[in-house]
């Protein structure tokens, strides 16, 4: 099992760039793909980018966002730049064990075993 803990959220302009970070807790993160969704207000919680087998990302972020992990530091990150007042949400990171997956732009949520608490991005027009 794995707990994560997001961080780096917070309130910035329209244009401005972010990084989140999850970090994980245990010995074998790097056995986990990983992977950021987001929920804004009164929406379901929609897949951003992933990595696994494969680096994979929302069409609503590609281009302006970067998923990376560092295995040494049980930590993933999210790069957001050129942020859009629409990508406004808590930000999730969420991981998958049980061997090498390939992600596609419309994964659910169901195919993550294991959540963090959410980090959350306001971006003002």
């Known amino acids: 099992q794995v707990q994560l803990v997001e961080s780096g959220g917070g309130l910035v302009q329209a244009g401005a760039s972010l990084i989140l970070s999850c970090t994980a807790s245990?010995?074998?993160?790097?056995?986990?793909?990983m992977g950021w969704f987001r929920q804004a207000p009164g929406k379901e919680r929609e897949f951003v980018s992933a990595?696994?087998?494969?680096?994979v990302y929302a069409d609503s972020v590609k281009g302006r966002f970067t998923i990376s992990r560092d295995n040494a530091k049980n930590t993933m990150y999210l790069q957001m730049s050129s942020l859009k007042p629409e990508d406004t949400a808590v930000y999730y990171c969420?991981?998958?064990?049980?061997?090498?997956?390939?992600?596609?732009?419309?994964?659910?949520?169901?195919?993550?075993?294991?959540w963090g608490q959410g980090t959350q991005v306001t971006v003002s027009s």
């Open positions: 245990g010995r074998t993160f790097s056995s986990y793909a």
């Open positions: 990595i696994g087998g494969n680096t």
């Open positions: 969420a991981a998958k064990d049980g061997g090498i997956w390939y992600f596609s732009p419309d994964t659910r949520p169901q195919a993550f075993n294991y």
